[in-house]
Structures are given as C-alpha cells and as structure tokens.
T-cell receptor
Framework: AQSVSQHNHHVILSEAASLELGCNYS??????LFWYVQYPGQHLQLLLK??????LVKGIKGFEAEFIKSKFSFNLRKPSVQWSDTAEYFC???????????FGTGTKLQVIP | SAVISQKPSRDICQRGTSLTIQCQVD?????MFWYRQQPGQSLTLIAT?????????ESGFVIDKFPISRPNLTFSTLTVSNLSPEDSSIYLC???????????FGPGTRLTVT
C-alpha cells in the first residue's frame, strides 16, 4: 500500500537554527512529491513540489527539498528558520496517472524567538 | 491557483444527525476531493467527485455514510450521515490544478459530534 512516513512529529528550534524534516514514501513507481504547510489559522498550502528533473527543488520562503530516489526520500530543509516558520508541515505524493495524493502524518514545527 | 470556500466553518452536532458541508471554487474544475483530518492524524482521502458522475470512494468510506453531490464544475457537497463521536474531525475540500497534481485546499470544516 502507498504510504508516507514523516519521522518527526514535533520539532522545536530556536531562530536561525537549521531545519531538516524527514520524509519517506512507499511506492515502487513514478511519483510526484510535495511538501504542504499549514500556518496557524490558515489553509493548507503548497510549499514546494517535485515532478522531474533536478532532484533539488526550491520552494517559497527559502525552503528546499531533495528527492533521493534510491532512498525513497524527500526531505525538507531550510538553513535558517524564522519564528514565522512555525507551522505544521505535511509531506505528500501522487502516484502514476491517478491524482490521488497520499499525505504523511505531519510535523509540527515550533520556532522559538 | 484556486480559491476555495467551505461552509460551515465549524459545527457542533448531536449523535444520529447529519451535517452537509458545502465547497465552492472560484473557477471551473474537473475533480474535487474530500478529505478528513482526525485529531492528531494526517489527511485521509474520503472520495473524489467528478461533475456528472458518481463519486469514487476510498477504501473504508461508503456512499451511505458520506454521500457527495457534484452538480456543476464549481460546487460540491459532502454529507456526513448518522453522526457519531468518531466522526468528529476536520473535513477539507480540495481541487487539483489543471497542469499538475498540486492541490488547493479549502479552510476546512471542524465538526464536533456530541
């Protein structure tokens, strides 16, 4: 069955610290990968996506993610977090020709000023 | 991008009743999706709704419990029937972009069943 694992459920960082959130997916075929973010009181929105090409993708607000096919991973990174990055982050993927998206359980990031 | 609104934003319902959630999109879309996000859990797809055809339900979700309507390309409703406390959750509507699998989400409806 298709699944997404996010390793960290709750992460607390100080401002300026570096961030890496782990994401692994379980699917043997071609995938499209996403990171979504939900800021407090706001809609779920797309942070970045990978479809093909350069496995290192850059998203909004200085976030980036690297697709490592051999590891079935799509980890999210940011070199220096800000208090405004406090949010919940969801890794997700869509497989094949069907537009169903499978989400991970989410990681709550709390950035302390 | 697409702008999605949902009504109601939240509701408290009694056991055994039903709640109908509306989802309105500001542009025409082919597919609309309904998700459930239970407390402390991820988003789970309930069903996919195409205009003019029956909704496609995911494993574990049935039409009798979650009837869906899709009368046109900008609107859909999800009804959660015969409510029990286990149905307390956030219900989200989403649509996909025309050129990718990227999805746009509504603000969600927070349902509490007492």
């Amino acid at each position: 069955a298709q699944s997404v694992s996010q390793h960290n459920h709750h992460v607390i960082l100080s401002e300026a610290a570096s961030l890496e959130l782990g994401c692994n997916y379980s699917y043997g075929g071609t995938v499209n990968l996403f990171w979504y973010v939900q800021y407090p009181g706001q809609h779920l929105q797309l942070l970045l996506k990978y479809f093909s090409g350069d496995p290192l993708v850059k998203g909004i607000k200085g976030f980036e993610a690297e697709f490592i096919k051999s590891k079935f991973s799509f980890n999210l990174r940011k070199p220096s977090v800000q208090w405004s990055d406090t949010a919940e982050y969801f890794c997700a993927f869509a497989s094949g020709g069907y537009q169903k998206v499978t989400f991970g359980t989410g990681t709550k990031l709390q950035v302390i000023p | 991008s697409a702008v999605i609104s949902q009504k109601p934003s939240r509701d408290i319902c009694q056991r055994g009743t039903s709640l109908t959630i509306q989802c309105q999109v500001d542009s025409q879309v082919t597919m609309m999706f309904w998700y459930r996000q239970q407390p402390g859990q991820s988003l789970t797809l309930i069903a996919t709704a195409n205009q003019g055809s029956e909704a496609t339900y995911e494993s574990g979700f049935v039409i009798d419990k979650f009837p869906i309507s899709r009368p046109n390309l900008t609107f859909s409703t999800l009804t959660v029937s015969n409510l029990s406390p286990e149905d307390s959750s956030i219900y989200l509507c989403s649509v996909d972009s025309r050129s990718s699998y990227e999805q746009y989400f509504g603000p969600g409806t927070r349902l509490t069943v007492t």
